[in-house]
């Protein structure tokens, strides 16, 4: 019994020593073996939310997550395949080959040039690298429609992960590589993830780790309002996150560009939503937030994964618990696909830049004692990405009495599998002079259809003013996909006329100059609702 009353004030004398605060006002002391064991928490976390969240991933749109949860620490391993890991490796990898001062564009090639498949923001962002489109005009809503969608968030952990008591500096890095595919709530999702690291290697409690993280993006953001607004249900609600995600459905759940006028959302605001939701929700729990931020549904994989993520910077690794130590420790020294690293190494780089980056920013590093200068956050300026759009209807390519066709257009079949046959899917032209054209109302519409390996180039004109060439090859990691092949906003309200003309030229690695269209997706403008909704009870 008194070996045990001195073990444990052992315990609390070294956990003292690791991490306190500094007798000079504004710094904060840890012990190197402390800074590695939250940076290794950090990334455990990653694997261990996004291994428990996978089988889930999508499966509940609009609704709560019902079906059961079978998880074992034993399917960490499967992490070594998930892209919210090896994608920002592929960033860490450019750091080490460039430099952690490498300008965005270099970033952004090796991105574009990996060898995996990539989706939504990171797809147009790599789209963008090879029409020789580069940050910050890459992520930008001109030239991507999904620079509002979730991409950056998952990616920008490593950013927190190197800079403890720091998120101006996270912010600064996040503002270079965040726009590589992402603008305005996009980026915002990215920096609210990072200055949750950053906040929570100098702070425990929960609630206090979102409220200084929410101080490095602009209070008038959605993201900020949509992540304020769980906080506010949140103290409603203690004990009921059921009712809490039921309020903010009704007032966030349909708000997604890239999902228009569907119940799937990949917007940034929702899901990181979602992740602050599992973390008040949670209580410090490592299985019920995973639990609750799964639950939540949508981009289930990943928001588990930062929830957990957080606290494994809170609890460091040696905090978590011995199922889940051994569940990576067991999978430490294999290689995440795509990348060069292992856990284990990823740890010791990520210490190395933060060592380097503490020391840049006013701190100073031993061998026994690494004194941190902590920043007071200061948000960027505010941009949106979308304002006042809605989405308002969608017309197919095979309503004809919409478009007008001029030259040879031809049906493309793919087979159905479920209905076990060919179904129509999009209209193709290759020759030069092949013209479609469409008639519609809104201020802003976006033309859906393939990007493939024999895709070729077309002239888009607007009311007569030609806009721009745009591409359709893309065979890139063996990847095709159906997609937006170009769009436009902020046109003035009223009757507008889409003319698209096959140039019947291509790129040399195409195998066909082929443009495919399936239909337009028209947006209109409108003042928001978000702005005065009110929950039920604040109706009262």
Known sequence: MKNSFFQWLLILFVLTLGSCKDSSNGYRILSPEILKDKIAGGWAGKMIGV?????????????????????????????????????????????????????????????????????????????????????????????????????????????????????????????????????????????????????????????????????????????YKNVRDVITLYRHYPSDWRSAWSELENKWGNVDICGAGTSFNIDAKLNGAYIVMGLLYGEGDPM????????????????????????????????????????????????????????????????????????????????????????????????????????????SVFEENKWNFKGNWKSFEVMDWHRKKNVKQSLFAENAGDEIELKFTGTGISVEGNWVKDGGKADVFVDSIFIRTIDTYYNYANQEHTTSIWHILNLKPGEHTLRIVVKGDKRLESQGCRVYITKAIIFKSESKKNDLYKFSFEKQ
Request: aromatic share 12%; net charge negative.
């Open 51 to 223: 291994t428990y969240g996978a089988p889930t991933e999508f499966r509940a749109l609009g609704k709560t997550y019902e079906d059961s949860i079978k998880w074992r620490p034993a399917d960490i391993w499967q992490s070594k395949w998930q892209d919210d890991i090896y994608v920002q490796l592929t960033f860490l990898m450019t750091m080490d080959q460039y430099g952690i001062d490498a300008p965005a564009v270099k970033f952004h090639e090796k991105f574009a040039k990996a060898g995996y498949p990539l989706w939504h923001a990171n797809m147009q962002a790599r789209k963008n690298y090879f029409d020789s489109i580069f940050p910050p005009a890459s992520g930008s809503p001109e030239f991507n429609l999904h620079a509002d969608d979730i991409d950056f968030q998952i990616e920008s952990d490593y950013i927190g992960f190197m800079c403890p008591g720091m998120p101006n500096t996270a912010v600064e890095l996040a503002d270079k590589i965040g726009r590589i595919m992402n603008y305005g709530d996009g980026l915002y999702g990215g920096i609210f993830v990072a200055a949750l690291y950053s906040e929570a290697f100098i702070e425990t409690n929960i609630i206090n780790i979102i409220e200084k993280a929410l101080l490095s993006i602009p209070q008038e953001s959605d993201y």
């Open 288 to 395: 019920k937030t995973l639990e609750i931020a799964t639950r939540c549904g949508q981009d289930s994989d990943c928001n588990p994964s930062n929830a957990m993520a957080v606290l494994g910077v809170i609890k460091g690794f040696k905090g978590l618990s011995k199922e889940m130590q051994d569940g990576v420790m067991a999978v430490g020294d294999t290689v995440f696909d795509n990348t060069t690293y292992t856990f284990n190494s990823a740890v010791i780089r990520t210490k190395k830049y933060a060592l380097d980056l503490i020391r840049r920013n006013g701190g100073k590093v031993t061998d026994q004692k690494i004194r941190i200068k902590i920043q007071s956050p200061v948000a960027p300026n505010l941009e949106l990405s979308f304002p006042n759009l809605v989405f308002d209807n969608e017309i």
